[in-house]
Structures are given as structure tokens and as C-alpha cells.
């Protein structure tokens, strides 16, 4: 199955912008529906985004949508997050998964089995 390794995370002020990157390898990316989740100290995992194989359906959380943007190439075998606007409350390691079965919209609410090692973003105020 794919494995999957998360870059691009670091620290940034308040209102800037960072692009995560997801690259994955070992499988047939295309295959795969992609999502973003994020997790800070002591709380559980939280859902971000997520895209479908192909790219043409996307979905976020409400907090989120306007401000992150989820894209892939799946020419480059990568999933992409772009930030903006961020927030000291977007503060967390942000992880990316991959999911074989489907459908892309339901990804926040099952368990995944595909996970990279994650990513910390850091905002300061």
C-alpha cells in the first residue's frame, strides 16, 4: 500500500501562508482519495480537507473552507494543502491520509489506515 510523507510545516506569523506537501510512494496514487487532518496536544484528530482520485471534488471544514485549499498532482504523486490567513489556533501537526475504498465525502468520519508521520505547523500572534 502507499506510504506517505508529509513537508513543509514550520513556523509562521499570524495572517502568513504555508503549502504542506504529500508525498506519497509504493502505489498507485490515483487510486487513492487524499485528506488533511490536524491534531494539537491532548485533543483528537481533526479533519481538515479532503480530495477525491481525480481531483474534481473537494471538501472541507466549515472553519476552513476560504482560507486552506486542497489540491494533487497526480502526475507528482502529491497532495497539497495551501494556508492562508493563518491563525495561532491553526497551530497543530498536520497529518495526510489515504483511502482506497471511498466515498471521499464520508473520509472525516471513518477510520483510516493509511497515515504519514505529520508535520508541525506553528503560528505565532
Known amino acids: 500500500q502507499v506510504q506517505l510523507a508529509e513537508s513543509g510545516g514550520g513556523l509562521v506569523q499570524a495572517g502568513g501562508s504555508l503549502r504542506l506537501s504529500c508525498a506519497a510512494s509504493?502505489?498507485?496514487?490515483?487510486?487513492?482519495?487524499m485528506a488533511w487532518f490536524r491534531q494539537t496536544p491532548g485533543k483528537e484528530r481533526e479533519f481538515v480537507a479532503a480530495?477525491?482520485?481525480?481531483?474534481?471534488?473537494?471538501y472541507y471544514v466549515a472553519s476552513m473552507k476560504g482560507r486552506f485549499t486542497i489540491s494533487r498532482d497526480n502526475a507528482k504523486n502529491t497532495v497539497y494543502l495551501q494556508m492562508n490567513s493563518l491563525k495561532p489556533e491553526d497551530t497543530a501537526v498536520y497529518f495526510c491520509?489515504?483511502?482506497?475504498?471511498?466515498?471521499?465525502?464520508?473520509?472525516?468520519?471513518?477510520?483510516?489506515?493509511?497515515w504519514g508521520q505529520g508535520t508541525q505547523v506553528t503560528v505565532s500572534s
Open positions: 509504493g502505489g498507485t496514487f490515483s487510486s487513492y482519495d
Open positions: 491520509a489515504a483511502d482506497p475504498i471511498g466515498p471521499t465525502a464520508t473520509m472525516r468520519y471513518r477510520s483510516l489506515e493509511v
Open positions: 480530495i477525491s482520485r481525480s481531483g474534481g471534488s473537494t
